[in-house]
């Protein structure tokens, strides 16, 4: 992977004004909050997320732009539309109640909040937004957990288990650091433009966000950050044409410790043991319609429909415990809740938006992007066994890195990040840098 780029780490401009700020720069920082928003609760998540898609709305119905030309070039863009019209048509075809057509609609925000993001990263430098909002989520979330495990409390009262027992404040600081964490670990090791005082904060916030993996206890999420760390390593060396026997030899040996300390210190598995029976009646909620789903507000519906019917027997861990979980909310994996929700269709779209984000990250010529190298792999895992994809909460992570992976390609025709601009304050910016 070549690395062109200028580093993001630079001086802010000594002058700072509401007033001088654009709708862009609105758009820019409404979205680079999403990390902050993440550690104070879904409020805050769906305000920013709505409030990105929103106000670059307006500011387009206002300034009439050939945007639409240069936003369809994006590699993300008709893969996040494709998935719109997937949640969108399965709901259509499955009819159902006003409020569930309000909701499953209501998924727009996401495309709408990553799509704003690549539009506007074509006219300012919006990685530096994206990066400076995550760096500050993962320090308020480091003071929030540690304001828990002293005091019983964080500074908004909210008590430990809700960070311990990987509940609310846990389950989000978990999924967001589970991809930062590799990200800014390979950012640091591999970015050969960093000077020293800028890769050493990097690996900072990298360690921030370890420790903030184990506090929460998330076994799903401390396995795939140590996955995708390696997982990045390896295309790292691969790319660069520097990986021998070595390299590799390490890396596996760095895993498999990885992984063997992770099941030692999380080694009740009956939360794994209990999700065979949710896997096995979500695969029977998929096959009542598997080209269109039943809709994303309708799995539960579906889901409690085919597990009091009894087509699927409980199921017996090896301890000889009956597991047979009536209310899981969601289907526990990826493809399984993809494919429940919004069938093939589903699957489809969202695999063809996997696949460019992949590809876009392996095509970057940004330095930034040596850390995005750890998201695929990421994804993936946590897809395995964690969080519900159409969780409000988890779908606003998802966006908010597929927005960091999608700028870089909207920055340019080429495909390359660019931060170039047109605005004599962003380029005062760069001077300064």
């Known amino acids: 992977m070549q690395t062109t780029d200028r580093p993001l780490i630079s001086k802010m401009p000594n002058r700072f004004s509401l007033r001088r700020f654009s709708a862009d720069q609105w758009v820019a920082t409404l979205g680079g909050c999403v990390p902050v928003a993440v550690v104070l609760g879904v409020v805050p998540i769906e305000g920013f997320i709505i409030l990105t898609g929103l106000v670059w709305s307006i500011s387009k119905c206002r300034k009439a732009a050939a945007w639409r030309e240069n936003l369809s070039q994006n590699p993300l863009f008709w893969p996040l539309i494709c998935w719109l019209a997937a949640v969108v048509l399965s709901r259509a075809v499955n009819g159902g109640s006003a409020f569930q057509f309000a909701h499953d609609a209501a998924f727009i925000r996401y495309p709408l909040f990553v799509i704003a993001l690549l539009d506007v990263s074509s006219r300012i430098p919006v990685r530096r937004y994206l990066m400076a909002g995550l760096i500050v989520g993962i320090v308020y979330a480091m003071l929030n957990m540690a304001s828990a495990y002293t005091i019983g409390h964080d500074f908004l009262g909210k008590p430990l288990l809700r960070y311990a027992l990987r509940l609310k404040e846990g389950a989000r600081i978990g999924a967001v650091c589970a991809y930062a964490a590799p990200m800014f670990l390979q950012w640091g090791l591999f970015d050969r433009q960093l000077v020293k005082r800028q890769r050493v904060w990097i690996f900072v916030i990298g360690g921030i966000a370890i420790l903030l993996l184990v506090g929460c206890q998330v ?172 969780d409000p909460f988890y779908t606003a992570v998802l966006s908010y890195f597929l927005a960091n992976i999608g700028v870089c390609a909207g920055a340019s025709p080429q495909g390359h990040c660019n931060d170039n601009t047109d605005n004599p304050s962003l380029a005062g910016m760069q001077q300064e840098a």
């Open 219 to 390: 076994r799903t999420a401390l396995m795939a950050a140590l996955l995708g760390l390696v997982g990045g390593s390896f295309c790292q060396l691969y790319l660069r044409g520097r990986l021998k026997i070595f390299h590799v030899l390490a890396m596996a040996l760095f895993a498999c410790i990885g992984v063997l300390g992770i099941l030692k210190l999380h080694s009740n598995f009956n939360s794994i043991y209990d999700r065979v029976y949710i896997w096995q009646v979500s695969l029977q909620v998929w096959l009542q319609d598997p080209i269109f789903g039943v809709g994303i507000s309708s799995f539960n519906t579906a889901y409690h429909q085919v597990a009091a019917s009894a087509l699927v027997r409980p199921f017996v861990s090896p301890a000889g415990q009956v597991l047979q979980n009536m209310d899981p909310r969601h289907a526990h994996n990826i493809f399984l809740q993809l494919a429940a929700c919004t069938g093939i269709v589903g699957i489809a779209a969202f695999g063809w938006l996997y696949l460019r984000a992949t590809k876009t990250i392996l095509r970057s010529r940004s330095a930034y992007d040596t850390g995005l190298l750890s998201w695929p792999l990421v994804c993936i895992v946590i897809g395995l066994t964690g969080w519900n994809i159409y």
